[in-house]
Structures are given as C-alpha cells and as structure tokens.
C-alpha cells in the first residue's frame, strides 16, 4: 500500500488550462502539504493542512487553491496555467509537529511527485 | 525570512572519498532533518537532530547539529554509487508547533565508479 498517493504523475497542458492534482495519504496523518520543486530541485512548500484547516500559505499565487475534505486528502487546484507553473510538485503528510511523544519527529511522508509541464 | 543556507550546491566525488554537505541557518532552529531525494524519486527522510551538538550516525552517515543549532552537515565516509542523490537539510523554527520545515537547497552527489 503507497502511504502517500498523488494522481496524475504526469500532467502536460497548455497555457490558460485549469488542472487539479490530486493526493491521499493512509498513514493517519493529520497534517498534509504540498510543496513545489523546480528545475534547480528547491522544494519550496505552499501549502499546509492541519485536520482541514489551512495553517500555511506561503507567497503562491491565487490561482492555486488548496482543498481538503477530510484529513487523509488534500487536493491542489491551479487556474489559469502558467508556463512558471512547470515543476513538480510533492504532497506530503506528517505528524502534527509539536504533537506529543518521542517518536514523534515530524517527518515528512512524500508522495511520489507530479510533474506538470505547461506548453 | 529565515533561510537555511546549503553548501555545495554539486559535488562530484570518486567512489570510495567520502562528502560533506553543510547546512546554514539565519537563526537559530529547534530541529534539523535530513531527507535523500534519488534521480527520479522523491525525497525520503532520514534523520532528525534535535540536541545541541548532537551527533548522530547511520552506518557510513555522520549527521552533526551546532552546538548553536543554528548549522548542521552531514558526512558520508567510503561513498559508493547508492549514494547518488540529492540531500537536503531542512530546518525547523523554534516556538510554536505548526512551524514549518525550511528546506536548504541542496547538494546533489555524483560518485563516479
């Protein structure tokens, strides 16, 4: 069983299109995020889910908007493609950080990543 | 913003020399985790410091946090071609529990056989 899923794994669109991305994770967790690699492979995060709740939201344009319908999913929605918008892009989960117990680090799970081209 | 700085940028090493990437804070973290990212794939974690000056070790991986806890490194002795990936370093800001991880932009290891 893939601990955190993300759907498509590839995504080629043209400018202007709207796409989603989608992401489930089994694991319990009840903090998810999304976070954007580019071709230099920064990971810079976006967004970040706590049991529904966006905590973060980090300079990202309007256009992306996040969705969580219940803690296990967080799902990314961008407007209007750019070609800037090329990248991968990583769902995550983790335990909340700070959350009570020693095996508690906070590490982030990672999905396998969603390569979004824009022609 | 806080920023956690990471050198170098590339390193390209013989099989068998060891490599060192370091991590630089701004300011001072409550924690540093290390993730591996293979060509192709998607980061894994690794390790997480938490202690001033802790030094932790995983077979021919020594990861090291400041006593400051505002740098960390991480060493790999004998590399082999297994250890072809990017690393990170990703730090996290004291006060308060949903602080978030701020990834330095890490080292990408080649090892040529």
Redesign the interface.
Same mark, same amino acid.
Request: hydrophobic share 35%; glycine share 16%; net charge positive.
């Given at each position: 069983d893939t601990a955190v899923s993300q759907t498509p794994k590839y995504l080629v669109t043209q400018m202007g299109n709207d796409k989603s991305i989608k992401c489930e994770q089994n694991l319990g967790h009840d903090t998810m995020?999304w976070y954007k690699q580019d071709s230099?492979?920064?990971?810079?995060?976006m967004f970040?889910y706590?049991n529904k709740e966006l905590?973060?939201n980090e300079t990202v344009p309007n256009r992306f908007s996040p969705k969580s319908p219940d803690k296990a999913h967080l799902n990314l929605h961008i407007n209007s493609l750019e070609l800037g918008d090329s990248a991968v892009y990583?769902c995550a989960s983790s335990l909340?950080? @700070?959350?009570a117990g020693l095996s508690n680090?906070?590490?982030?799970?990672?999905?396998? @990543?969603s390569r979004l081209t824009v022609l | 913003g806080q920023q956690v700085m990471q050198i170098p940028q590339y390193q390209h090493v013989q099989e068998g020399e060891d490599f060192t990437t370091y991590c630089n804070s701004s300011t001072t973290l409550s924690?540093i985790?290390w993730?591996k990212?293979r060509p192709g794939?998607?980061?894994?974690?690794l390790i997480?410091l938490v202690k001033s000056g802790e030094v932790k070790k995983q077979k021919r991986l020594t990861f090291q946090f400041g006593e400051a806890k505002k740098n960390s490194s991480l060493h790999i002795t004998a590399t082999q071609t297994t250890d072809v990936g990017?690393y990170?370093c990703?730090g996290?800001r004291p006060g308060?529990?949903?602080?978030?991880?701020i990834?330095g932009?890490?080292t990408?290891l080649s090892v040529k056989p």
């Open positions: 995020y230099k492979k920064f990971l810079k995060i970040s706590n905590i973060i990583f909340r950080p @700070g959350l680090t906070g590490e982030l799970f990672f999905g396998e @990543g | 924690n985790q993730y990212q794939g998607h980061p894994v974690f997480q990017t990170f990703a996290r308060g529990s949903q602080g978030n991880l990834f932009k890490g990408k």
